[in-house]
């Protein structure tokens, strides 16, 4: 059967590419939504009188797939929280401090020096209002984290979430925004008012519960690494991983097993499925078991905090667990399709998560290209099957996500397939074993043999997977990877597993032509990175001038050797801007560029003896002059100031610049400057 020959995978398509032109394009959410009524309103009639003669005409299926697609714009604008006239950013709030009364709903990774918190508006201003922030609360010695649904009260101003400042740099606020979180509030503990810490949903049951295994567990003496180890595998939750073991299983290659997925929820599945099988003893049993499952799968679903990949995944293995049940044969391609359109309909915004494309496009991967693998060779013995098994499994699964991975992380981990053949077949052992050991440490059962084992078991994990990181040759850095090259990257993959299946030479000339498609990325990349740069990047507390000449960049910068060797900034804008070559150098006092002469004025405020006029002066280092006095002997067409220097002399020389009516670009608020 062909691959996209389901009437529920064109439909699922056609509401992602719904969801996906509501999420680009700003449309009338009244208009998409009158054309919406109407569209179903045409299919349901044409379907009603033309019953017999639906399959001999084009049009029906046209009127099917454009009713998918805007109900897909209409899903993404109902869940579009802007769109509610009691949203915070439809009133009048001022930036001076604003009365705000707001409930936790997420904990977030906490930084050095705050914890974070994903929270709903409740009032603001003593009017009732909807919403979500991300609130930062400075730490303290008190080292308190609010419970999740407490509600509190401070009083500040709402904050916008600070975008980009370096070309190429992670945007932290796009990423906000596809969780709806606008703005952002900064507050010490002093400054908030809990009002009540009750659990009132679902989620702050799941926190408390946490909050208690965790606790009991500390209590039986397992360490910081081993626990947050536990709290990842077991209970969805990475905030407390320490950096450096986080590191290791990214360069390892098996961050994967991090984040609650497919692969955990199907252990889950066979643990259940084999602890409950007495059920089909009594009468209805066959009804029960999969009741009982399902209801199990969600509990863990909602414990692990409900992410995009655990909900799909647990979304697809309660469809599967349902048809095993009722002796229904099931399709992979058609369970996946059926669970990204429910979750879909439900948080239509999980589609532009990576968690939530890495999670299908693995199993995709799996599905699509690990019969293929294992056909190239069929070992005779259990022993040798078994691992040629979880290598062809964990190779399609690479394939599934590799250019997607390349795309966001520019990285591949060349040793992934011999961690995973480690890692894999022990995660089963190591989920089964830590739910039994959370049940025990709940009733104080735990004893102290079983909490030595498990924690053996998780350090040598850890142990293993720091031996594999630290083979650095052959974790691969800095890969550029464009959206086109992705593009092309699943068509040639697409095209060579149809090619396979079919054998047609329509097939096989696509896949040729993706080939040569994707190779003629790299020419226009390399055309396209031809043009020169002069950059001032923004970084706090040093200086940092890039001069780009196609496809090597010369760092002129203050920083020392180590800071410099892990600086993202540079790596940011190599990888963005398909660099080769990287040169440092000190900073000079001049530089030219495309006939632009750019004065460089350190804290020795030298710039009286000058033969030229400058176009552009930098001041870095907080050099104290008279800008007054330099604007006037040199008359420049704009001032640069980089983030080297005191916030109150770049307070004063901004209004010395709007007083001379010439240009201020201050790089910590403005972001880098850039002259091509």
């Known amino acids: 059967m062909k691959l996209l020959n389901f009437v529920i995978i064109r439909l699922t398509l056609c509401l992602v590419i719904g969801i996906i032109i509501a999420h680009y394009l700003e449309l009338n959410d009244r208009i998409v939504c009158y054309i919406t009524i109407g569209l179903v309103i045409i299919t349901s009639t044409y379907w009603l009188t033309l019953q017999r003669k639906i399959n001999r005409t084009p049009y029906f299926s046209l009127l099917v797939y454009a009713s998918m697609a805007a109900i897909g714009i209409n899903t993404y604008n109902i869940h579009d929280e802007k769109l509610s006239p009691l949203h915070y950013t439809n009133t ?117 519960l946490r909050a208690t295994i965790n606790e009991k567990l500390i209590n039986v003496g397992f360490d910081h690494n081993v626990l947050s180890i536990i709290n990842a595998l077991l209970l969805g939750q990475r905030q407390t991983i320490d950096k450096h073991l986080y590191n290791n299983y990214v360069n390892s290659g098996t961050i994967h097993i991090l984040a609650v997925s497919g692969l955990h929820v199907g252990i889950l599945l066979l643990i259940l499925n084999f602890l409950l099988r007495p059920l089909l003893y009594f009468k209805h049993g066959n009804v029960l078991r999969p009741l009982v499952i399902v209801i199990l799968l969600w509990l863990f679903a909602v414990i692990a905090g409900l992410s995009p990949s655990v909900t799909r995944a647990v979304t697809m293995f309660s469809i599967i667990s349902i048809a095993m049940h009722l002796k229904r044969p099931t399709n992979i391609y058609n369970t996946l399709a059926i669970s990204a359109f429910l979750i879909l309909l439900i948080k239509p915004t999980y589609l532009f998560e990576v968690g939530f494309q890495m999670s299908y496009l693995a199993v995709l991967g799996i599905v699509s290209f690990q019969p293929i693998c294992y056909a190239l060779f069929k070992p005779r013995y259990w022993i040798l099957d078994q691992p040629w098994q979880i290598f062809t499994v964990t190779l399609a699964a690479q394939i599934g996500v590799a250019p997607i991975s390349l795309f966001y992380f520019h990285q591949f981990p060349g040793l992934f397939f011999i961690s995973n053949l480690v890692v894999i077949p022990f995660l089963g052992l190591i989920i089964g074993f830590g739910l039994l050991v959370i049940i025990l440490a709940i009733f104080d059962l735990l004893p102290e043999f079983l909490v030595t084992t498990y924690s053996f078991i998780i350090e040598s994990l850890n142990h293993f997977i720091a031996w594999i990181a630290q083979f650095e040759d052959f974790l691969f850095r800095d890969i550029p990877f464009t959206t086109i090259q992705v593009i092309f990257s699943y068509s040639i993959a697409l095209a060579f597993l149809q090619a396979y299946k079919a054998k047609t030479f329509k097939w096989i000339a696509l896949f040729l032509i993706g080939i040569i498609g994707f190779q003629c990325t790299f020419i226009y990349n390399d055309i396209n990175n031809q043009n020169d740069a002069f950059i001032v990047f923004n970084k706090s507390r040093y200086s940092m001038i890039g001069l780009k000449q196609k496809d090597k960049l010369i760092i002129h910068q203050n920083l020392n050797a180590q800071k410099l060797e892990v600086d993202n900034i540079i790596r940011n804008y190599k990888v963005g801007k398909m660099i080769d070559t990287v040169v440092v150098d000190s900073i000079q006092h001049v530089y030219r560029f495309n006939n632009k002469t750019i004065l460089v004025v350190d804290s020795l405020g030298l710039y009286r003896v000058l033969s030229f006029k400058p176009d552009f002066i930098l001041l870095r280092n907080s050099p104290r002059i008279n800008l007054n006095r330099l604007i006037d002997s040199l008359n420049p067409k704009e001032i640069i100031a980089d983030a080297s220097n005191y916030k109150t002399y770049v307070k004063r020389w901004r209004v010395a610049c709007k007083h001379k009516k010439i240009p201020f670009h201050y790089t910590n608020e403005k972001g880098a400057f850039i002259l091509r």
């Open 92 to 208: 009048n709030f001022s930036k001076s401090p604003n009365s705000i009364t707001f409930k936790i709903k997420e904990r977030l990774k906490p930084d050095i020096y705050n914890d974070k918190y994903i929270v709903s508006i409740i009032s603001l201003n003593q009017r009732k209002v909807s919403g979500k922030l991300l609130v930062k609360i400075k730490r303290d010695s008190t080292d308190r984290t609010l419970p999740v649904d407490a509600i509190l009260f401070t009083s500040t101003e709402l904050q916008n979430i600070q975008t980009p400042l370096n070309p190429y740099q992670f945007d932290y606020s796009k990423y906000l925004e596809l969780k709806q979180v606008y703005h952002q509030l900064y507050i010490s503990q002093n400054q908030i008012l809990i009002l009540s810490d009750k659990v009132t949903s679902v989620y702050g049951f799941a926190d408390q």
